[in-house]
């Protein structure tokens, strides 16, 4: 904190025996530098802490000190794919951050923790058109953040290119969202698994 710092990750206050223990002083003074504090949250942590309740964040705690919370889980290292993140934002509201608070720490707090206040984050004339649409309302569930309908960046619909060497794949009759790319990764790691050591 004293080196001016404006973003923490993990913020997993670990003691000299190894373990996490909130501090509350380290926390207000968290709150009052401004500080935004990512937990990592994963979306494996509720089984995690399930195991061993030492491994439950601090994010509810933060919170409650006045911290400000974004959202993020660690993407791209083992078990935690960059599509999990949905899963991520579940676990955030599992370990007691008010759902409001989680599609804040998604979206303009993540934006301004970013250095992209004034330039997107909310949805509203001037700034950048960065949404996604959903076909449910993520207020009254997060899971309806599974179900991805459309990708808006810079106010053009975003469609991923088409990968030169690979068959274009036909329209499924189903709409194919996250958690069923989700399914198929862990499907494909339960194989990679089986592999023989070769």
């Known amino acids: 904190m004293r080196a001016g710092v404006d973003y923490i990750a993990h913020a997993s206050f670990v003691s000299a025996a190894g373990r996490s223990e909130f501090d509350p002083y380290l926390a207000d003074e968290m709150s009052r530098a401004g500080v935004y504090v990512d937990c990592t949250i994963v979306a494996d942590l509720p089984g995690i802490i399930a195991a061993d309740p030492a491994f439950a964040p601090p994010a509810r705690q933060l919170w409650e000190h006045g911290v400000r919370i974004v959202a993020g889980h660690d993407a791209g290292i083992p078990a935690s794919p960059q599509r999990a993140y949905v899963g991520g934002l579940q676990a955030l509201e599992s370990v007691g951050l008010p759902r409001t608070e989680v599609l804040l720490a998604a979206t303009s707090r993540a934006a301004a923790a970013i250095g992209c206040a004034g ?80």
Not at 164 to 186: H, I, K, M, Y
């Open 119 to 198: 330039v997107t984050g909310v949805l509203t004339p001037g700034f950048e058109a960065d949404l996604i649409a959903v076909a449910g309302d993520p207020r009254q569930g997060l899971a309806a953040l599974h179900d991805l309908r459309l990708v808006v960046v810079r106010g053009r619909e975003f469609r991923p290119d088409r990968v030169e060497g690979l068959a274009a794949s036909e329209t499924p009759a189903e709409a194919v969202g996250p958690s069923a790319t989700l399914a198929e990764w862990r499907e494909r790691s339960a194989r990679a698994a089986r592999h023989p050591e070769v």
